[in-house]
């Protein structure tokens, strides 16, 4: 064990009774913070939100709510984490604790503390400013953007269920939090940097979780041992572990690797680093790949996606990741680390059958590259059983670009109609060189809908993702008839 102390609620805990498989919630409860619970253990109820000092877009620290039933608690090691007993000062509630009591927003209360914990970061978020109107006032029928006057997200509780309470009192109470004081202790560690992440190992019952200090390091120990598992926002991982059972001899975490987590935007590409969280994607790309925006938009929840990474959405081979198809339509690359240094792989090249890629044993993803510019009209349609917080049934990823009324270049890359995600090729010839008029869109539509192998599952049956892929491109006609849309930037 050589795992440095946990700062829980402002005091600094040792790091002990934990395996390299323990939840952080299992930890934390077991520290008597009891408050944080498990309603699902698999991201869906958000019960188990906790908050922790994180590298921030905007401030040096950035409060991020996580759900501690996916994250092994062996990430903690030398971290800060506040948790809903943390919030309050002695007797006086927290703010978003107050509000919550004085407007009814706890029934039963159990999915309380996961409320307040999710509600407390968007409290502290540094972009958060009062608006002039909140989006109903504004007459604004836009469910992917509902802010309250105070400038608060209430998709930051997009991750949270509650069962008995209904969420009009807890909306409210989102609503009427007022700003954060800058002499909240709180407020101040955001204007400092999180702690560093050192060397940490845990180990127990014959298993090993490894934080290794930097990427030449990780590469040295893939070397050695090709078969461990990554772990980077465990939003894929913990479900595994926590319903799968699945219990790997050695894990190693790459989520604060820097050699993963940089952000590059140059004249010609913009690199996104593996282990970026999407909440950290679509902040620092702020609309400037509006694809990527629709995709993360729809993507899990907030609390989902303050953890999940892109190297993690690809590193599974999932073909039901919602990351794929949007980065197939951008001819994404993606960027394979190991010890005889980089390669770069055209994502339409990566995926080799149902979970496999050409990724050797040893290589870690460390970016995914995009070409700039990108093309002029871009949609991201997502079909599942819910509008939020759902997988895709189908989700297909649209770029083309028209000029004088002609579609000059097509790339439409499809999720969760084949073993792997793929480009939808017959389809781009069906469109490259044609007028963008119903005609040709109809018949594209139609090769459309045979792209693909898809198969009747849970989800959906064959003919209804066929006829959702069809769909999708009339869709996209029909939102956008107009004839120049080519790209400058
Ligand atoms: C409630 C819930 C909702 C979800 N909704 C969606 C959704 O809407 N759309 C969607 O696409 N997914 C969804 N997911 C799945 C998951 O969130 C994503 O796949 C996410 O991107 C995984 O990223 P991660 O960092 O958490 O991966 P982790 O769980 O940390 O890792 C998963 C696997 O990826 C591999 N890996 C991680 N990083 C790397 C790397 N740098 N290089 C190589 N391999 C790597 C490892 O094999 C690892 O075992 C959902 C999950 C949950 C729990
Ligand atoms: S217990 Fe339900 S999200 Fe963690
Ligand atoms: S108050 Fe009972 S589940 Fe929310």
């Not at 007459?139 to 509780?157: I, Q, S, T, V």
């Amino acid at each position: 064990m050589d795992a440095p102390d946990v700062t829980v609620n402002g005091r600094a805990v040792p790091f002990a009774g934990a395996t390299p498989h323990t939840t952080a919630l299992d930890w934390l409860r077991g520290l008597g913070l009891t408050g944080a619970k498990e309603g699902c253990a698999e991201g869906e109820c958000g019960a188990c939100s906790v908050m922790v000092a994180r590298p921030g877009v905007d401030s040096p620290t950035e409060w991020t709510a996580l759900n501690a039933c996916l994250m092994p608690a062996a990430q903690l090691a030398g971290q800060e984490v506040v948790t809903a007993e943390g919030l309050a000062d002695g007797d006086v509630l927290h703010p978003v604790q107050a509000e919550m009591a004085a407007r009814g927003g706890s029934q039963c209360g159990y999915c309380t503390p996961g409320f307040v914990c999710s509600m407390a970061a968007e409290f502290y978020r540094p972009g958060r400013v009062p608006t002039s109107s909140t989006t109903e006032e504004a007459g604004e029928d836009d469910a992917d953007h509902e802010c309250g006057p105070n400038g608060f997200d209430l998709h930051a509780l997009s991750g949270n269920l509650c069962r008995c309470t209904g969420y009009r009192p807890i909306r409210e109470a989102a609503y009427a939090v007022g700003q954060a004081d800058d002499a909240d202790p709180l407020t101040a560690r955001t204007r400092q940097h999180p702690p560093a992440t050192t060397y940490a190992e845990v180990s127990a019952d014959g298993a090993r979780f490894v934080r290794p200090a930097d990427l030449p390091a990780l590469l040295d120990l893939l070397a050695e041992e090709p078969d461990a598992v990554l772990v980077a926002g465990s939003t894929d991982h913990g479900v595994e572990v926590n319903l799968r059972g699945a219990r790997p001899p050695l894990t190693v975490a790459v989520d604060r690797l820097d050699e993963l987590r940089g952000f590059t935007l140059a004249d010609d590409h913009v690199e996104l680093g593996a282990a970026l969280t999407l909440t950290e994607i679509e902040r620092r790309l702020a609309g400037r790949l509006p694809l990527i925006g629709q995709m993360t938009a729809q993507f899990a929840s907030r609390l989902i996606r303050n953890g999940a990474t892109l190297g993690g959405n690809l590193g599974t081979g999932s073909p039901i990741g919602d990351a794929a198809p949007a980065l197939l339509a951008l001819e994404a690359e993606v960027v394979l680390a190991s010890a005889a240094g980089d390669r770069t792989v055209r994502l339409a090249d990566y995926f080799t059958g149902y979970r496999t890629s050409v990724r050797e044993p040893g290589e870690v993803i460390r970016a995914v590259r995009i070409p700039l510019p990108a093309r002029g009209l871009t949609a991201f349609h997502k079909i599942a059983k819910r509008r939020f917080d759902d997988i895709s049934s189908v989700a297909v990823g649209f770029a083309l670009d028209l000029e004088d009324g002609v579609v000059t270049a097509a790339r439409i890359g499809l999720g969760g109609v084949a073993a792997t995600p793929i480009r939808a090729r017959a389809t781009e010839t069906a469109l490259e060189g044609r007028a963008w008029n119903a005609d040709t869109v109809a018949a594209a539509a139609d090769v459309l809908g045979g792209e693909g192998t898809p198969l009747d599952d849970h989800r959906a049956s064959a003919a209804y993702r066929a006829a959702m892929l069809r769909t999708s491109l009339l869709k996209l006609h029909a939102e956008h008839p107009g004839t120049s849309e080519r790209a400058t930037a």
